[in-house]
């Protein structure tokens, strides 16, 4: 019911970006961002899980304000640090060994 006001003119809505996933938010000097995946590519498995890699993110500003000359400084770094390889599974933890994976799901059965 809010969206359908929103998108009636009581507010304004307005599409940004096709999202595939959200990694989380970031604060800079003049504000916090939403972080969004908008392009990602499968390049493994293991097991039935699948990895994927980051390819493209974007920024959104949760602030109104225009961005300004050190904000686009961090801004640039940030998407420096993500141009490299990023990987991501929606069913398998990468950030813990997989031994640790495996004693977790024989300890689950």
């Known amino acids: ?20 996933g959200i990694i989380g938010f970031i604060r800079f000097l003049q504000g916090s961002y939403l972080i969004l995946v908008t392009l990602h590519k499968k390049v493994g498995k293991i097991g039935h899980h699948w990895v994927l890699r980051i390819e493209d993110t974007i920024l959104v500003p949760l602030f109104t304000d ?28 990468l950030s813990r060994t997989m031994q640790q994976n495996l004693a977790d799901a024989a300890g689950a059965r």
């Open 1 to 20: 019911a809010h969206l359908r006001r929103l998108k009636d003119g009581e507010g304004s809505l307005e599409r940004i970006s096709v999202a595939q």
């Open 66 to 93: 225009g961005v300004r000359g050190e904000e686009k400084k961090f801004q640039q770094q940030f998407y420096n640090a993500m141009s490299k390889d990023f990987y991501f599974s929606h069913s398998y933890e």
